[in-house]
Protein backbone atom coordinates (compact mmCIF):
# COMPACT_ATOMS: atom_id res chain seq x y z
CA UNK A 1 0.00 0.00 0.00
CA UNK A 2 1.02 3.45 -0.87
CA UNK A 3 1.47 6.22 1.82
CA UNK A 4 2.57 9.66 1.59
CA UNK A 5 6.23 10.17 2.77
CA UNK A 6 5.52 12.78 5.17
CA UNK A 7 3.19 10.51 6.75
CA UNK A 8 6.01 7.20 6.81
CA UNK A 9 8.82 9.74 7.80
CA UNK A 10 6.73 10.55 11.24
CA UNK A 11 5.99 6.54 11.70
CA UNK A 12 9.58 5.99 11.54
CA UNK A 13 10.51 8.50 13.73
CA UNK A 14 8.42 7.29 16.33
CA UNK A 15 9.70 3.70 15.70
CA UNK A 16 12.90 4.85 16.31
CA UNK A 17 12.30 6.63 19.80
CA UNK A 18 11.97 10.03 18.57
CA UNK A 19 9.91 12.07 21.43
CA UNK A 20 10.69 15.77 20.54
CA UNK A 21 11.64 17.54 16.97
CA UNK A 22 12.99 20.87 17.12
CA UNK A 23 12.26 23.58 14.71
CA UNK A 24 10.13 26.04 12.63
CA UNK A 25 8.00 26.03 9.62
CA UNK A 26 8.18 26.94 6.26
CA UNK A 27 6.62 26.13 2.99
CA UNK A 28 8.44 23.08 2.22
CA UNK A 29 8.19 21.26 5.76
CA UNK A 30 4.32 21.62 6.65
CA UNK A 31 3.53 18.60 4.97
CA UNK A 32 5.73 17.02 7.95
CA UNK A 33 3.94 19.38 10.10
CA UNK A 34 0.28 18.41 9.15
CA UNK A 35 1.78 14.97 10.32
CA UNK A 36 3.51 15.45 13.33
CA UNK A 37 -0.08 16.70 14.73
CA UNK A 38 -1.06 13.56 14.78
CA UNK A 39 2.01 11.60 16.20
CA UNK A 40 2.76 11.26 19.58
CA UNK A 41 6.03 13.21 19.14
CA UNK A 42 6.40 16.74 20.71
CA UNK A 43 6.87 19.66 18.31
CA UNK A 44 9.14 22.47 19.95
CA UNK A 45 8.18 24.99 17.62
CA UNK A 46 11.08 28.44 18.03
CA UNK A 47 11.11 31.14 16.90
CA UNK A 48 15.32 31.42 15.28
CA UNK A 49 16.39 28.23 13.58
CA UNK A 50 19.67 28.93 15.41
CA UNK A 51 17.59 28.23 18.75
CA UNK A 52 16.20 24.84 16.98
CA UNK A 53 19.56 23.64 16.27
CA UNK A 54 21.44 24.58 19.81
CA UNK A 55 18.12 22.96 21.64
CA UNK A 56 18.93 19.69 19.85
CA UNK A 57 22.29 20.20 20.35
CA UNK A 58 21.36 20.51 24.51
CA UNK A 59 18.84 17.33 24.00
CA UNK A 60 21.17 15.00 22.51
CA UNK A 61 24.02 15.88 24.95
CA UNK A 62 21.71 14.37 27.64
CA UNK A 63 20.21 11.94 26.04
CA UNK A 64 23.42 10.48 23.92
CA UNK A 65 21.09 9.91 20.94
CA UNK A 66 20.76 11.97 17.96
CA UNK A 67 18.30 14.95 18.21
CA UNK A 68 16.56 16.02 15.14
CA UNK A 69 15.92 19.32 13.50
CA UNK A 70 13.12 19.89 11.27
CA UNK A 71 14.03 23.24 8.45
CA UNK A 72 12.87 25.11 5.87
CA UNK A 73 14.82 25.64 3.18
CA UNK A 74 17.08 29.02 2.35
CA UNK A 75 17.09 31.11 5.53
CA UNK A 76 15.89 28.50 7.84
CA UNK A 77 18.82 26.11 7.19
CA UNK A 78 21.49 28.84 7.22
CA UNK A 79 19.95 29.76 10.41
CA UNK A 80 20.14 26.67 11.71
CA UNK A 81 23.67 26.35 10.53
CA UNK A 82 25.36 27.95 13.70
CA UNK A 83 24.28 25.85 16.10
CA UNK A 84 24.75 22.67 13.69
CA UNK A 85 28.79 23.68 13.16
CA UNK A 86 28.66 24.08 17.03
CA UNK A 87 27.39 20.40 17.12
CA UNK A 88 29.60 19.08 14.91
CA UNK A 89 32.60 20.77 16.57
CA UNK A 90 31.85 19.25 19.83
CA UNK A 91 30.83 15.70 18.23
CA UNK A 92 27.23 15.85 19.06
CA UNK A 93 24.74 13.52 16.78
CA UNK A 94 22.00 15.29 15.18
CA UNK A 95 19.79 14.63 12.40
CA UNK A 96 18.71 17.96 10.45
CA UNK A 97 15.68 17.54 7.76
CA UNK A 98 15.73 20.07 5.53
CA UNK A 99 12.90 21.15 2.84
CA UNK A 100 14.08 22.29 -0.26
CA UNK A 101 12.79 23.28 -3.61
CA UNK A 102 10.96 20.89 -5.97
CA UNK A 103 13.13 18.71 -7.55
CA UNK A 104 11.02 19.40 -11.38
CA UNK A 105 12.17 23.72 -10.50
CA UNK A 106 15.82 22.58 -10.53
CA UNK A 107 17.75 25.34 -12.13
CA UNK A 108 14.56 27.74 -12.68
CA UNK A 109 15.56 29.62 -8.97
CA UNK A 110 12.68 28.93 -7.43
CA UNK A 111 11.75 31.16 -3.85
CA UNK A 112 14.06 31.34 -1.12
CA UNK A 113 16.77 28.97 -3.30
CA UNK A 114 20.07 29.02 -2.89
CA UNK A 115 21.67 28.43 -6.24
CA UNK A 116 24.15 31.14 -7.78
CA UNK A 117 27.29 28.59 -8.21
CA UNK A 118 24.64 25.45 -8.57
CA UNK A 119 21.58 24.40 -9.02
CA UNK A 120 19.48 21.79 -6.24
CA UNK A 121 22.56 21.91 -4.59
CA UNK A 122 21.59 23.89 -1.18
CA UNK A 123 23.09 20.66 1.02
CA UNK A 124 26.65 21.55 -0.33
CA UNK A 125 26.34 24.73 2.46
CA UNK A 126 26.21 22.04 5.04
CA UNK A 127 29.13 19.97 3.51
CA UNK A 128 32.54 21.61 5.69
CA UNK A 129 30.82 21.19 8.84
CA UNK A 130 28.44 17.97 8.37
CA UNK A 131 29.34 13.73 8.50
CA UNK A 132 27.51 13.85 5.58
CA UNK A 133 24.86 15.82 3.25
CA UNK A 134 22.64 14.09 1.52
CA UNK A 135 19.59 15.89 -1.16
CA UNK A 136 17.02 13.01 -1.93
CA UNK A 137 16.85 13.02 -5.97
CA UNK A 138 14.91 9.96 -5.78
CA UNK A 139 11.25 9.23 -3.14
CA UNK A 140 12.03 5.60 -2.88
CA UNK A 141 15.43 6.30 -2.14
CA UNK A 142 14.11 8.24 0.84
CA UNK A 143 13.77 5.63 3.42
CA UNK A 144 17.21 4.09 2.95
CA UNK A 145 19.01 7.77 3.22
CA UNK A 146 17.26 8.18 6.26
CA UNK A 147 18.37 5.04 8.09
CA UNK A 148 22.25 5.68 6.85
CA UNK A 149 21.58 9.54 8.57
CA UNK A 150 20.68 8.29 11.86
CA UNK A 151 23.54 5.80 11.72
CA UNK A 152 26.39 7.69 10.67
CA UNK A 153 25.23 10.89 13.30
CA UNK A 154 25.82 8.12 16.06
CA UNK A 155 28.30 5.69 14.90
CA UNK A 156 31.98 6.71 15.43
CA UNK A 157 32.91 10.25 16.36
CA UNK A 158 29.42 11.48 16.65
CA UNK A 159 28.09 14.19 14.91
CA UNK A 160 25.61 16.07 12.78
CA UNK A 161 24.35 15.00 9.04
CA UNK A 162 21.53 16.69 6.94
CA UNK A 163 18.99 15.17 4.85
CA UNK A 164 18.00 17.98 2.43
CA UNK A 165 14.25 16.72 1.35
CA UNK A 166 12.54 18.54 -1.84
CA UNK A 167 9.05 19.27 -0.82
CA UNK A 168 7.49 17.33 -3.69
CA UNK A 169 9.00 14.30 -2.45
CA UNK A 170 7.61 15.33 1.10
CA UNK A 171 4.00 14.88 -0.28
CA UNK A 172 5.04 11.98 -3.11
CA UNK A 173 3.80 8.08 -2.13
CA UNK A 174 5.85 5.05 -1.78
CA UNK A 175 5.36 1.62 -1.43
CA UNK A 176 5.10 0.92 2.90
CA UNK A 177 7.85 -1.73 2.18
CA UNK A 178 10.35 0.77 1.82
CA UNK A 179 9.61 1.90 5.08
CA UNK A 180 9.26 -1.63 6.63
CA UNK A 181 12.13 -2.79 5.75
CA UNK A 182 14.57 -0.72 7.73
CA UNK A 183 12.54 -2.52 10.78
CA UNK A 184 15.09 -5.80 10.10
CA UNK A 185 17.83 -3.28 10.03
CA UNK A 186 19.81 -2.46 13.87
CA UNK A 187 19.38 1.09 15.39
CA UNK A 188 22.63 0.67 16.90
CA UNK A 189 25.93 -0.10 15.60
CA UNK A 190 28.36 -2.02 17.73
CA UNK A 191 31.88 0.53 18.50
CA UNK A 192 35.65 -1.01 18.38
CA UNK A 193 36.96 -2.16 21.74
CA UNK A 194 39.93 -2.41 22.98
CA UNK A 195 41.93 -5.54 22.41
CA UNK A 196 43.64 -7.36 25.83
CA UNK A 197 46.98 -7.28 24.24
CA UNK A 198 46.80 -3.53 24.10
CA UNK A 199 44.61 -3.07 27.12
CA UNK A 200 47.64 -4.76 28.92
CA UNK A 201 50.13 -2.70 27.67
CA UNK A 202 48.57 0.73 28.38
CA UNK A 203 47.95 -0.76 31.99
CA UNK A 204 51.70 -1.81 32.67
CA UNK A 205 53.05 1.31 31.51
CA UNK A 206 50.89 3.15 33.46
CA UNK A 207 51.51 1.01 36.44
CA UNK A 208 55.45 1.41 36.11
CA UNK A 209 54.87 5.59 35.72
CA UNK A 210 56.39 7.44 37.98
CA UNK A 211 54.06 10.48 37.56
CA UNK A 212 51.21 9.54 35.63
CA UNK A 213 47.90 11.40 34.77
CA UNK A 214 45.24 10.54 33.07
CA UNK A 215 43.70 13.44 30.39
CA UNK A 216 40.31 13.06 29.76
CA UNK A 217 38.13 14.55 27.28
CA UNK A 218 34.68 15.33 26.44
CA UNK A 219 34.91 11.63 24.72
CA UNK A 220 34.65 10.53 28.00
CA UNK A 221 31.24 12.35 28.52
CA UNK A 222 30.18 11.15 25.10
CA UNK A 223 30.70 7.69 25.80
CA UNK A 224 28.99 7.12 28.44
CA UNK A 225 32.24 5.99 29.89
CA UNK A 226 32.77 8.23 33.30
CA UNK A 227 31.97 5.14 35.62
CA UNK A 228 34.26 3.07 34.01
CA UNK A 229 36.82 5.75 33.97
CA UNK A 230 36.57 6.30 37.58
CA UNK A 231 36.46 2.71 38.57
CA UNK A 232 40.36 2.71 36.50
CA UNK A 233 42.41 5.58 38.46
CA UNK A 234 40.54 4.21 41.48
CA UNK A 235 42.20 1.00 40.83
CA UNK A 236 45.52 2.37 39.39
CA UNK A 237 45.75 5.49 42.12
CA UNK A 238 46.29 7.71 38.55
CA UNK A 239 45.21 11.74 39.23
CA UNK A 240 43.11 13.04 36.49
CA UNK A 241 43.60 15.98 34.49
CA UNK A 242 40.51 17.34 31.72
CA UNK A 243 39.69 19.49 29.12
CA UNK A 244 37.27 22.07 29.16
CA UNK A 245 35.07 19.40 27.39
CA UNK A 246 36.01 16.75 29.66
CA UNK A 247 35.16 18.93 33.24
CA UNK A 248 32.56 16.93 35.48
CA UNK A 249 34.55 13.26 34.07
CA UNK A 250 35.28 12.56 37.74
CA UNK A 251 33.82 15.04 40.38
CA UNK A 252 35.84 18.17 40.81
CA UNK A 253 35.62 17.04 44.81
CA UNK A 254 37.07 13.75 43.94
CA UNK A 255 40.69 12.98 45.96
CA UNK A 256 42.27 12.42 41.99
CA UNK A 257 40.97 15.18 40.73
CA UNK A 258 43.39 17.72 39.11
CA UNK A 259 40.97 20.04 37.13
CA UNK A 260 41.09 21.76 34.32
CA UNK A 261 44.21 22.66 32.26
CA UNK A 262 45.22 25.71 29.20
CA UNK A 263 44.80 29.23 28.85
CA UNK A 264 41.90 29.04 31.49
CA UNK A 265 43.65 26.22 33.57
CA UNK A 266 45.83 27.15 37.02
CA UNK A 267 49.70 26.84 37.51
CA UNK A 268 48.88 23.71 39.38
CA UNK A 269 47.70 21.53 37.13
CA UNK A 270 49.35 22.93 34.22
CA UNK A 271 52.58 21.73 36.01
CA UNK A 272 51.18 18.33 36.75
CA UNK A 273 50.21 17.69 32.99
CA UNK A 274 53.81 19.33 32.11
CA UNK A 275 55.66 17.13 34.40
CA UNK A 276 53.85 13.72 33.75
CA UNK A 277 56.18 11.01 32.75
CA UNK A 278 53.04 9.34 31.09
CA UNK A 279 50.04 11.14 29.95
CA UNK A 280 47.25 8.88 28.84
CA UNK A 281 44.51 11.15 26.88
CA UNK A 282 41.30 9.77 26.72
CA UNK A 283 38.96 10.98 24.31
CA UNK A 284 40.64 14.73 23.90
CA UNK A 285 41.56 16.27 20.67
CA UNK A 286 43.97 18.03 22.39
CA UNK A 287 42.90 21.64 21.28
CA UNK A 288 44.06 24.84 21.70
CA UNK A 289 43.10 26.58 24.56
CA UNK A 290 43.49 23.28 26.65
CA UNK A 291 46.60 22.85 25.14
CA UNK A 292 48.25 26.35 26.01
CA UNK A 293 48.10 26.70 22.18
CA UNK A 294 50.34 23.85 21.82
CA UNK A 295 53.47 25.49 23.52
CA UNK A 296 55.39 23.05 24.88
CA UNK A 297 56.58 24.71 28.48
CA UNK A 298 53.20 25.22 29.70
CA UNK A 299 50.70 22.82 29.75
CA UNK A 300 52.07 19.65 27.93
CA UNK A 301 55.96 19.07 27.56
CA UNK A 302 56.37 15.95 24.30
CA UNK A 303 58.12 14.01 23.53
CA UNK A 304 59.64 14.12 27.02
CA UNK A 305 56.09 13.44 28.29
CA UNK A 306 55.19 9.73 26.61
CA UNK A 307 51.27 9.80 25.49
CA UNK A 308 48.98 6.67 25.25
CA UNK A 309 45.86 8.03 23.37
CA UNK A 310 42.88 6.22 23.28
CA UNK A 311 39.87 8.58 20.97
CA UNK A 312 36.80 7.10 18.87
CA UNK A 313 38.39 8.99 15.92
CA UNK A 314 41.68 7.73 14.41
CA UNK A 315 42.20 11.10 12.83
CA UNK A 316 42.92 12.48 16.44
CA UNK A 317 45.64 10.20 17.02
CA UNK A 318 49.18 11.76 16.70
CA UNK A 319 46.91 14.69 15.42
CA UNK A 320 48.67 17.38 17.31
CA UNK A 321 51.66 15.45 19.66
CA UNK A 322 53.49 11.72 19.05
CA UNK A 323 52.15 9.26 20.27
CA UNK A 324 53.79 5.94 22.46
CA UNK A 325 50.44 3.93 21.52
CA UNK A 326 47.74 4.64 19.76
CA UNK A 327 44.51 3.06 19.70
CA UNK A 328 40.52 3.60 18.00
CA UNK A 329 38.50 2.15 20.72
CA UNK A 330 35.01 3.43 22.33
CA UNK A 331 35.57 4.85 25.40
CA UNK A 332 33.06 2.76 27.52
CA UNK A 333 34.36 -0.38 25.98
CA UNK A 334 37.89 0.48 26.18
CA UNK A 335 37.73 1.08 30.11
CA UNK A 336 35.91 -1.65 30.37
CA UNK A 337 38.71 -3.83 29.35
CA UNK A 338 41.03 -1.51 31.10
CA UNK A 339 39.53 -2.42 34.37
CA UNK A 340 39.33 -5.84 33.25
CA UNK A 341 42.90 -6.22 32.81
CA UNK A 342 43.85 -4.29 35.29
CA UNK A 343 42.58 -6.21 38.44
CA UNK A 344 43.82 -9.10 36.78
CA UNK A 345 47.28 -7.88 36.61
CA UNK A 346 47.23 -6.12 39.87
CA UNK A 347 44.49 -7.54 41.67
CA UNK A 348 45.24 -4.91 44.70
CA UNK A 349 44.28 -1.36 44.34
CA UNK A 350 48.13 0.24 43.35
CA UNK A 351 49.62 1.95 46.07
CA UNK A 352 50.62 5.40 45.06
CA UNK A 353 50.15 9.71 45.49
CA UNK A 354 49.41 9.93 48.53
CA UNK A 355 51.47 12.73 48.83
CA UNK A 356 50.21 14.17 45.51
CA UNK A 357 46.46 13.71 47.06
CA UNK A 358 47.75 15.94 49.62
CA UNK A 359 49.07 18.27 47.38
CA UNK A 360 45.53 17.96 45.88
CA UNK A 361 43.71 19.26 48.88
CA UNK A 362 46.08 21.97 49.41
CA UNK A 363 45.64 23.30 46.40
CA UNK A 364 41.81 23.38 46.35
CA UNK A 365 42.19 25.20 49.89
CA UNK A 366 44.40 27.89 48.53
CA UNK A 367 42.69 28.35 45.19
CA UNK A 368 39.02 29.34 47.58
CA UNK A 369 41.59 31.14 49.39
CA UNK A 370 42.59 32.82 46.31
CA UNK A 371 39.09 33.91 45.18
CA UNK A 372 37.40 34.35 48.65
CA UNK A 373 37.59 37.74 48.85
CA UNK A 374 35.41 38.42 45.36
CA UNK A 375 33.45 35.18 46.26
CA UNK A 376 32.38 36.81 49.95
CA UNK A 377 32.26 40.51 48.46
CA UNK A 378 29.42 42.59 48.89
CA UNK A 379 30.09 45.09 46.02
CA UNK A 380 27.42 45.51 43.28
CA UNK A 381 27.62 45.58 40.35
CA UNK A 382 28.40 41.86 41.61
CA UNK A 383 31.83 39.98 41.57
CA UNK A 384 31.86 37.03 38.95
CA UNK A 385 32.95 35.27 41.55
CA UNK A 386 30.26 35.10 43.71
CA UNK A 387 27.89 34.82 41.39
CA UNK A 388 29.21 31.43 40.42
CA UNK A 389 29.55 30.77 44.23
CA UNK A 390 26.12 31.84 45.31
CA UNK A 391 24.33 29.07 41.93
CA UNK A 392 26.63 26.90 43.48
CA UNK A 393 25.61 26.76 46.81
CA UNK A 394 22.12 26.93 46.12
CA UNK A 395 22.28 24.03 42.97
CA UNK A 396 21.50 20.52 43.37
CA UNK A 397 24.79 18.40 42.90
CA UNK A 398 22.76 16.64 39.78
CA UNK A 399 21.53 19.72 38.33
CA UNK A 400 22.63 20.47 34.50
CA UNK A 401 24.09 24.02 33.99
CA UNK A 402 24.30 25.23 30.44
CA UNK A 403 26.86 28.55 29.52
CA UNK A 404 27.46 30.48 26.67
CA UNK A 405 31.34 32.04 26.17
CA UNK A 406 33.29 34.79 28.55
CA UNK A 407 33.03 34.15 32.78
CA UNK A 408 29.93 31.85 32.56
CA UNK A 409 32.14 29.77 30.22
CA UNK A 410 35.84 30.24 31.30
CA UNK A 411 35.14 30.96 34.76
CA UNK A 412 32.83 28.03 35.24
CA UNK A 413 35.31 25.55 33.95
CA UNK A 414 38.05 26.91 36.10
CA UNK A 415 36.54 27.77 39.44
CA UNK A 416 32.83 26.13 39.53
CA UNK A 417 32.38 22.57 41.19
CA UNK A 418 30.72 19.75 38.40
CA UNK A 419 29.89 16.80 40.65
CA UNK A 420 27.44 14.38 38.11
CA UNK A 421 29.14 13.90 35.11
CA UNK A 422 27.70 14.85 31.91
CA UNK A 423 25.52 17.65 33.81
CA UNK A 424 27.42 21.23 32.21
CA UNK A 425 26.43 21.78 28.57
CA UNK A 426 29.19 24.55 27.49
CA UNK A 427 29.88 25.06 23.89
CA UNK A 428 33.35 24.22 23.06
CA UNK A 429 35.11 23.56 19.42
CA UNK A 430 32.98 26.75 18.12
CA UNK A 431 32.65 29.09 21.20
CA UNK A 432 29.29 30.16 20.38
CA UNK A 433 27.24 32.81 21.94
CA UNK A 434 23.71 31.68 22.00
CA UNK A 435 23.95 28.61 22.98
CA UNK A 436 23.75 28.35 26.56
CA UNK A 437 20.36 29.67 26.54
CA UNK A 438 18.40 27.50 24.10
CA UNK A 439 20.99 24.39 24.81
CA UNK A 440 18.77 24.49 28.38
CA UNK A 441 15.98 23.81 26.30
CA UNK A 442 16.78 21.07 25.38
CA UNK A 443 18.53 19.65 28.65
CA UNK A 444 15.07 20.20 30.60
CA UNK A 445 13.02 18.52 28.13
CA UNK A 446 15.86 15.83 28.00
CA UNK A 447 15.38 15.05 31.91
CA UNK A 448 12.74 16.82 33.17
CA UNK A 449 12.98 15.74 36.60
CA UNK A 450 16.33 17.52 37.23
CA UNK A 451 17.11 21.39 37.75
CA UNK A 452 18.63 23.19 34.92
CA UNK A 453 20.32 26.60 35.27
CA UNK A 454 21.61 28.65 32.06
CA UNK A 455 24.53 31.15 32.92
CA UNK A 456 24.71 32.90 29.77
CA UNK A 457 26.21 36.82 29.52
CA UNK A 458 24.48 39.74 28.60
CA UNK A 459 25.94 39.63 24.88
CA UNK A 460 24.73 35.96 24.57
CA UNK A 461 21.59 36.22 25.96
CA UNK A 462 21.16 39.45 23.55
CA UNK A 463 21.54 36.38 20.62
CA UNK A 464 18.42 34.80 21.03
CA UNK A 465 16.01 36.41 23.42
CA UNK A 466 12.95 34.97 21.76
CA UNK A 467 13.83 31.49 23.52
CA UNK A 468 11.91 33.20 25.70
CA UNK A 469 8.39 32.55 23.43
CA UNK A 470 9.25 28.92 23.63
CA UNK A 471 9.88 28.46 27.15
CA UNK A 472 6.38 30.40 27.96
CA UNK A 473 4.08 28.44 25.30
CA UNK A 474 5.79 24.86 25.75
CA UNK A 475 6.19 25.60 29.63
CA UNK A 476 10.01 24.59 30.29
CA UNK A 477 10.91 25.66 33.64
CA UNK A 478 14.65 26.66 33.05
CA UNK A 479 16.05 29.73 34.92
CA UNK A 480 18.60 32.18 32.94
CA UNK A 481 20.97 33.60 35.10
CA UNK A 482 21.82 36.95 32.81
CA UNK A 483 25.48 38.03 34.33
CA UNK A 484 25.22 41.41 32.53
CA UNK A 485 28.12 43.83 32.42
CA UNK A 486 26.77 45.43 29.30
CA UNK A 487 29.87 44.28 27.22
CA UNK A 488 31.15 41.37 25.04
CA UNK A 489 33.35 41.07 28.82
CA UNK A 490 36.00 38.92 27.37
CA UNK A 491 37.15 40.86 24.57
CA UNK A 492 36.64 44.22 25.83
CA UNK A 493 39.23 42.94 28.50
CA UNK A 494 41.28 41.87 26.16
CA UNK A 495 41.35 44.50 23.26
CA UNK A 496 42.13 46.67 26.70
CA UNK A 497 45.20 44.91 27.40
CA UNK A 498 46.58 44.99 23.59
CA UNK A 499 45.61 48.53 22.16
CA UNK A 500 44.04 50.21 25.57
CA UNK A 501 40.47 50.49 23.86
CA UNK A 502 37.25 48.88 24.34
CA UNK A 503 35.84 50.09 21.25
CA UNK A 504 33.38 47.72 19.43
CA UNK A 505 33.15 45.62 22.47
CA UNK A 506 30.93 47.36 25.10
CA UNK A 507 27.30 48.65 25.36
CA UNK A 508 26.32 52.27 25.33
CA UNK A 509 24.33 54.98 24.51
CA UNK A 510 25.31 58.98 24.58
CA UNK A 511 28.39 57.66 26.22
CA UNK A 512 27.44 55.90 29.31
CA UNK A 513 26.73 52.31 29.80
CA UNK A 514 23.72 50.75 27.99
CA UNK A 515 22.05 47.38 28.95
CA UNK A 516 18.53 46.13 28.11
CA UNK A 517 16.40 45.34 31.05
CA UNK A 518 16.42 41.66 30.79
CA UNK A 519 13.26 41.01 33.39
CA UNK A 520 11.58 43.59 31.61
CA UNK A 521 11.83 41.47 28.49
CA UNK A 522 11.36 38.51 30.40
CA UNK A 523 8.30 39.77 31.51
CA UNK A 524 7.20 40.76 27.71
CA UNK A 525 6.64 37.12 27.00
CA UNK A 526 4.96 36.48 29.62
CA UNK A 527 7.42 35.04 31.70
CA UNK A 528 8.89 36.16 35.84
CA UNK A 529 11.96 38.18 35.27
CA UNK A 530 14.00 39.45 38.39
CA UNK A 531 16.58 42.37 38.32
CA UNK A 532 18.78 42.02 41.10
CA UNK A 533 19.28 45.29 42.85
CA UNK A 534 22.17 44.00 45.44
CA UNK A 535 24.28 40.98 46.01
CA UNK A 536 22.54 39.87 49.37
CA UNK A 537 19.70 39.27 46.99
CA UNK A 538 20.65 37.33 44.36
CA UNK A 539 21.26 33.71 45.81
CA UNK A 540 17.30 34.29 47.84
CA UNK A 541 16.23 35.17 44.19
CA UNK A 542 17.57 31.95 42.57
CA UNK A 543 16.83 29.85 45.30
CA UNK A 544 13.66 31.05 44.95
CA UNK A 545 13.32 30.45 41.20
CA UNK A 546 14.30 26.85 41.36
CA UNK A 547 11.67 26.28 43.55
CA UNK A 548 9.23 27.86 41.39
CA UNK A 549 9.48 25.18 38.45
CA UNK A 550 8.53 27.70 35.65
CA UNK A 551 11.11 29.27 33.17
CA UNK A 552 12.32 32.70 34.94
CA UNK A 553 15.28 35.10 34.08
CA UNK A 554 17.34 36.83 36.43
CA UNK A 555 19.14 39.88 35.50
CA UNK A 556 22.44 40.52 37.54
CA UNK A 557 24.41 43.21 37.12
CA UNK A 558 28.38 41.91 37.06
CA UNK A 559 31.60 43.94 36.90
CA UNK A 560 34.02 43.03 33.92
CA UNK A 561 36.59 41.36 35.54
CA UNK A 562 38.98 38.85 33.78
CA UNK A 563 38.89 35.03 34.87
CA UNK A 564 42.56 34.68 35.86
CA UNK A 565 44.85 33.07 33.23
CA UNK A 566 47.97 30.87 34.23
CA UNK A 567 48.27 29.03 30.65
CA UNK A 568 49.12 30.87 27.60
CA UNK A 569 47.24 31.50 24.12
CA UNK A 570 48.78 32.57 21.02
CA UNK A 571 46.90 35.35 20.23
CA UNK A 572 48.13 37.24 23.16
CA UNK A 573 51.77 36.81 21.34
CA UNK A 574 50.19 38.13 18.17
CA UNK A 575 49.30 40.91 19.54
CA UNK A 576 51.68 41.94 22.32
CA UNK A 577 54.90 39.94 21.18
CA UNK A 578 56.92 41.56 23.65
CA UNK A 579 55.18 41.99 26.54
CA UNK A 580 53.17 39.86 28.40
CA UNK A 581 50.14 40.87 28.63
CA UNK A 582 46.53 39.18 28.55
CA UNK A 583 43.01 40.30 29.96
CA UNK A 584 42.48 43.16 32.10
CA UNK A 585 39.27 44.40 34.13
CA UNK A 586 37.15 47.14 32.61
CA UNK A 587 35.93 49.66 34.78
Known amino acids: MKKLISEQLVTYLESRGIKHIFGLCGHTNIAVLAELEKSNIKFINVRHEQIASHAADGYARVTKKAAVVL ?13 VANAALDSIPMVVIAGDVPSYYYGKHPHQEVNLHADGAQYEIYRPFVKRAWRVDQAELFPEILQKAFQLAESGRPGPVLVSVPMDIFSTKIEEENFRLLQHHTQVVEKPALDEETAARIVEKLAKAQRPVLYAGGGIILADAAEELRQFVEHMNIPVAHSLMGKGVLPDDHELTLGMTGFWGTSFINEQTKHADYLFGAGTRFSEADSSSWYNDVTFDFPKTKLIHIDIDASEIGRNYPVEIGAVADLKKAFTALNRVAKRL ?54 YITTDVGWNKNGVGQQFPIYTPGSILTPGGFATMGFGSSAALGAKLADSEKVVVSLIGDGGFGQNPSVLATAK ?6 VWVVMNNSAFGTIAGLEMAHYDTTFGTRFQSDGKSYSPDFAAIAQGYGIKGIKIDSAEQFQVALKEAIAANEPIVIDVAMKNEPVPTDGKWNINDIYSPDDDKSHVSIP
Request: glycine content about 4%; overall charge positive; hydrophobic content about 30%.
Open 346 to 399: YPNRIQRNEQLKKEIIHYRQTLRERISENVNSADFPMKPERILADVRRVLPRDA
Open 71 to 83: SHLGPGLTNAATG
Open 473 to 478: EENIPV
